[in-house]
């Protein structure tokens, strides 16, 4: 439709370029998903990334699953990509020699967790292990620049990926910035970060890729193709939200952040 977002479109618009596919820790060729929703697997605790838990596919999206520990509530989901080491068969633990642990926030009664662990698995639908792909290579160097645009998840949104630009270099470490947004969102990260993908990854894998923010779009640079919503309207005053502030989308250097890498709150 008018309103979508169009890579193609938004790179002529800001004189930019996508970082190159060989600068991502991701496949060339985004991963199959054949998993399917109810299905179990084994998966590192978000909260308490030491104790392997067992977790339910709740949603797919693209090449990630969205995830659920068993025993645990509905309100710490998290996204995990097809080819994560994260993620792997139900079983691995065992013969690894290790027990599966309640997730923390495990609600009942510790005693009641190896009762818990045999009724959850109990005629489950357990994924099989074809479904999980091998973890792509490292690049070896970090061959991002200031400037390049790329997609990437929004970690306080984590089921959204968005359109991003690096902001920052600094050795091993990116500065990723969201276009269209106040500087809320960005932050550091590892040049080998399974959270940040090629332009038209979304388009390749079917996941679903935010538009920008409104923010800093004026007549020169039509983001999208329907009419601009006036500035301060969009963020009605007083809600607790991030507020925007202008900011150019084609960022200019005085504009770049200058703290250190983890720096940023
Ligand atoms: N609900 C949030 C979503 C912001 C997403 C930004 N992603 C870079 C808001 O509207 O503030």
Request: charged share 25%; net charge negative.
């Amino acid at each position: 439709g008018l309103d979508e977002f169009h890579w193609e479109n938004y790179l002529k618009e800001t004189g930019s370029l996508g970082a190159p596919s060989e600068c991502f820790r991701q496949s060339k060729v985004p991963p199959a998903n054949e998993f399917k929703v109810g299905m179990k697997l084994e998966a590192h605790d978000p909260r308490n990334m030491t104790s392997i838990c067992v977790a339910t596919v709740v949603g797919i999206t693209g090449a990630r699953l969205r995830l659920r520990l068993d025993g645990s509530d509905n309100r710490n989901d998290f996204w995990r990509l097809v080819d994560s080491p994260d993620i792997q068969p139900i079983g691995t633990c065992e013969k690894e020699g290790d027990l599966l642990q309640p997730p923390l926030g495990y609600q009942m009664n510790a005693s009641s967790w190896p009762m818990f662990l045999l009724r959850t698995l109990n005629g489950s639908e357990m994924a099989p292990a074809t479904l999980f792909k091998k973890e792509p290579p490292k690049p070896p160097i970090n061959n991002f620049k200031v400037g390049m645009k790329l997609e990437a998840i929004d970690k306080k949104n984590p089921y959204m990926i968005c359109p991003a630009t690096i902001g920052d270099v600094k050795g091993d470490e990116i500065y990723i910035t969201f276009d269209g947004w106040s500087g809320a969102f960005d932050y550091w990260c590892k040049y080998d970060c399974r959270d940040i993908f090629p332009v038209g990854w979304c388009r390749l894998t079917g996941d679903v890729l935010q538009p920008p923010g409104t923010q800093g779009i004026d007549n020169k640079v039509s983001l999208i193709s329907h009419p601009l919503i006036e500035e301060g309207q969009e963020h009605p005053q007083g809600l607790e939200r991030e507020v925007p502030v202008t900011k150019s989308i084609a960022k200019t250097q005085s504009s770049l952040p200058k703290a250190a890498p983890h720096s940023m709150p």
